[in-house]
């Protein structure tokens, strides 16, 4: 599945653009069943709320599961990817963040390329992310907010807070690089907000460096969403330090050949 110039334009006008339904329920009733299984599974991947009981979010899960390893492949997802990194592509990340009813809690305002840059060494945000909807977004449900146009001012430079979990403060509430009020006015000022709300099965492609967040899940309904990061196969990071784990951060840099197999049969 190509993007046409004009859904190119508005990616990079925008930074973010919407797929609607771009999955059938069959598929992603697979996929969450998949993605429940996995988390009833206590591993280091898998990252907990404050509560220490509901789940937040999952990682690498395509390195275990075959049909989570099927939809990086998939054309649906990997066709847009390589057209907007311009060339061969591989899976850099591959995660699943849950907003439970009543318990998902805030995901501060952040861009998501100064994660990669200072964490992993990724020299240049030539990389997408791909979010599928494995339930309904709504207004309630804690839906992302997204700046439009932010992605134009490049990394954003913040400070990083002090660290105190390793890796996992790139995925708590508490997020270590995240944007001050001050730079959020600012950027909303120019671009305004968006929260790309859509049934179950849509997909939001997105930049790395668009300024995005979300609230707490007060609603009675789950939003969970699964995240694709695809990488151009000439922008492989060169680690500054440690490497984080490779369920967070794939080692194989390998181009990924598309597969027109179903889904599922």
């Known amino acids: 599945m190509d993007l046409s110039r004009e859904q190119l334009e508005r990616y990079e006008r925008d930074g973010l653009l919407m797929l609607p339904s771009l999955f059938s329920d069959a598929e992603v009733a697979a996929l969450l069943k998949a993605t429940k299984e996995i988390a009833a599974i206590d591993h280091p991947s898998r990252v907990l709320e404050k509560d220490g009981q509901t789940v937040r979010a999952l990682h690498g899960c395509h390195l275990t599961n075959a049909l989570m390893e099927k939809l990086t492949r998939n054309p649906r997802m990997l066709r847009p990817a390589e057209q907007i ?3 061969d592509a591989y899976v850099y990340q591959f995660k699943i963040n849950f907003k439970a009813a009543f318990g998902g809690d805030v995901w501060k305002w952040h ?8 964490g992993d060494g990724m020299l240049e945000p030539r990389c997408v992310n ?9 207004e309630f449900n ?3 907010m997204c700046i439009p146009g ?16 390793g ?20 950027l909303v000022e120019e671009g305004g907000i968006v929260a790309p709300k859509g049934p179950r099965g ?3 492609i ?10 707490p899940n007060l609603s009675p309904w789950d939003r969970t969403m699964m995240i694709l990061t695809y990488n151009s196969v000439a922008n492989v990071p060169v680690p500054p330090g440690e490497l984080r784990p490779e369920f967070l951060v794939s080692r194989d840099a390998r181009p990924l050949a598309s597969s027109e197999a179903a889904l599922i049969s």
């Not at 790395?208 to 967040?213: S, Y």
């Open 85 to 87: 990194v311009g060339g």
């Open 111 to 118: 861009q998501d390329y100064i994660f990669w840059a200072k």
């Open 130 to 138: 791909l979010m599928l909807y494995l339930d309904e977004v709504t």
């Open 142 to 144: 804690g839906p992302m």
């Open 150 to 165: 932010s992605h134009r001012h490049g990394m954003i430079d913040v400070e990083a807070l002090r660290s105190r979990g």
């Open 167 to 186: 890796w996992q403060d790139n995925v708590s509430a508490d997020l270590k690089y995240s944007l001050d009020r001050e730079t959020i006015a600012r």
């Open 202 to 204: 849509s997909v939001l």
């Open 206 to 215: 997105f930049h790395p460096n668009l300024a995005h967040g979300s609230a």
